[in-house]
């Protein structure tokens, strides 16, 4: 018994040895590598850089005592990914607070610039945007976008990018495959095809967790992404509705019947804000808009070519939760849905006669749009 005593005792001290030691290890690793050294420090992270490579390059710049102890800590506690910019750190500052300053971006950039893409916007406004926050231009923009060696490296690069979006019918090829979100850059000299390898690559991160549902689907990525493009855009910032709105599509298609979804003629028509092109001109309605307008875009033509079909591509930026509902739509039998413009309510009908008396309803509210 004294010897299990004994030795029960010797693993205890061990114990005890090991935790210390490796609170201090800890604590050494973690803290400021000079306390008192607050002089600023240029130190740049490179686009597509690893969190690895950025300990490395942090280590030899003097800012961190050991990358290694560097990735151990990002395993014990994931962080965001790192901002590509330049900083300017310090040997005072802990290990914590570079990583959040790596994780957020550096104000101390004065060059460098925020941009923000919304959800449901397209080709054209991206163009805007970045016309007006870089020093490209509108037609830069548009021009990488249907620039078809850039079109062929993506192609080769990503499995959700296919031949597919080379259809000469496509207004812009990249349509609906720029992820849209808030993105830093180093300064207004980043390049239309810099912020568009960004974009991407993120739709790609957004993507991946369905890519193997979409494969086992009988649509095609890029059908997909299209059917989301649209719920975007007919449907307000709700799950429950997009699911709905998703399943309200797909039942349409397999009953051969054209989608009739306002937004793909808006679309075909060029027509970025619809109630100012009515109120501008139609004279208080919207006969003037031609919903038989003769597109590959147009669901709402009434001629049969477009029944059960979608349009050739995409018509805006998506979000997740577009993504998600085009995945995982609702489970029901609804041909039909309309919403009330004034609260964003959205209503769904498998009948056409109540379909149509909830219109006629909402025709006060909606002003027949």
């Known amino acids: 018994m004294k010897k299990l005593r004994n030795a029960a005792i010797i693993i205890l001290l061990l114990i005890g040895i090991s ?53 151990i800590y990002l395993k014990l506690y994931p962080s965001k990914d790192f901002k590509a910019t330049k900083y300017y750190l310090s040997k005072d500052m802990s290990l914590k607070e570079i990583i959040n300053v790596l994780e957020e971006g550096n104000s101390n950039n004065e060059d460098q610039i925020k941009i923000t893409f919304k959800e449901g916007i397209t080709m054209r406004k991206i163009a805007e945007v970045i016309a007006k926050e870089t020093n490209n231009k509108e037609e830069d923009v548009i021009n990488k976008s249907n620039d078809t060696k850039y079109i062929d490296t993506l192609i080769e690069k990503y499995w959700f990018i296919t031949d597919t979006i080379k259809n000469d019918k ?26 568009f390898n960004t974009m991407i690559k993120k739709m790609e991160k957004e993507l991946a967790p369905y890519r193997e549902e979409i494969a086992k ?14 719920i975007e855009k007919e449907t307000p910032n709700n799950d429950t509705y997009r699911a709905n709105v998703a399943r309200v599509f797909y039942n349409r298609l397999e009953k051969n019947i054209n989608l009739g979804s306002d937004v793909t003629t808006y679309y075909a028509l060029k027509i970025d804000n619809v109630l100012s092109y009515i109120e501008k001109n139609c004279a208080g309605g919207k006969n003037c808009v031609n919903y038989n307008v003769v597109s590959p875009y147009n669901t709402r033509i ?27 739509p609702s489970d029901n039998n609804n041909l039909y849905f309309i919403s009330n413009i004034e609260t964003k309510e959205m209503f769904f009908y498998s009948n056409y006669s109540d379909f149509l008396k909830k219109k006629a309803e909402l025709d006060k509210i909606n002003g027949g749009i």
Do not use: R, W
């Open 19 to 71: 935790s210390i030691t490796l609170s201090l290890v800890y604590k050494s690793n973690t803290d400021p590598v000079d306390a008192n050294n607050k002089e600023k420090i240029e130190f740049t992270v490179k686009k597509g850089e690893t969190k690895k490579t950025v300990g490395e390059n942090l280590q030899k710049a003097g800012l961190i005592k050991n990358s290694t102890f560097f990735q």
């Open 170 to 195: 496509l207004y812009y090829k990249l349509e609906g495959y720029l992820y849209p979100d808030t993105y830093y850059f180093m300064n207004k000299d980043v390049t239309v095809e810099e912020i």
């Open 217 to 230: 689907s009988k649509y095609s990525v890029h059908e997909i992404i299209t059917l989301a493009s649209i």
């Open 302 to 328: 009434g001629d049969g070519t477009m029944n059960g079909k979608l349009p050739v591509g995409p018509i805006s930026t998506i979000s997740l939760g577009s993504i998600k509902a085009a995945v995982y």
